[in-house]
Nanobody, 128 residues
Framework: QVQVVESGGGLVQTGGSLRLSCTAS????????MAWFRQAPGKEREGVSC????????DYADSVKGRFTISRDNSKNTLYLELNNLKPEDTAKYYC?????????????????????WGQGTQVTVSS
């Protein structure tokens, strides 16, 4: 059973920065993906960024490219997301998610479907 716990959200002004963290326990597959999703009130959940374990392949949503940076510390099973130059439209609840595979991954998806372990989320609010 994989457990995922996020931390690091908060209230920040436009242009500010935050760092989110996510720790996953119980990861057992040869490779896995850890990702960040977000959901704003009244909107569908969207993939923000993802990263694979073995090759460190990353992907970002167009809306955050150049502003957000994903990274992970495999020794700690911890995922990070640096959020810079934040905008009011980044306000959302941010979720960490993961799934594992028995084969090496060459990319990672930003769609919900493959992810089978989710955290409870951490709120990010950007004031204008």
């Amino acid at each position: 059973q994989v457990q995922v716990v996020e931390s690091g959200g908060g209230l920040v002004q436009t242009g500010g920065s935050l760092r989110l963290s996510c720790t996953a326990s119980g990861l057992t597959f040869d490779d896995d993906v850890m990702a960040w999703f977000r959901q704003a009130p009244g909107k569908e959940r969207e993939g923000v960024s993802c990263i694979t374990r073995q090759l460190g392949k990353e992907d970002y949503a167009d809306s955050v490219k150049g502003r957000f940076t994903i990274s992970r510390d495999n020794s700690k099973n911890t995922l990070y997301l640096e959020l810079n130059n934040l905008k009011p439209e980044d306000t959302a609840k941010y979720y960490c998610a993961t799934f594992g595979t028995p084969w090496k991954l060459v990319d990672c998806p930003l769609t919900d479907a493959p992810y089978n372990s989710w955290g409870q989320g951490t709120q990010v609010t950007v004031s204008s």
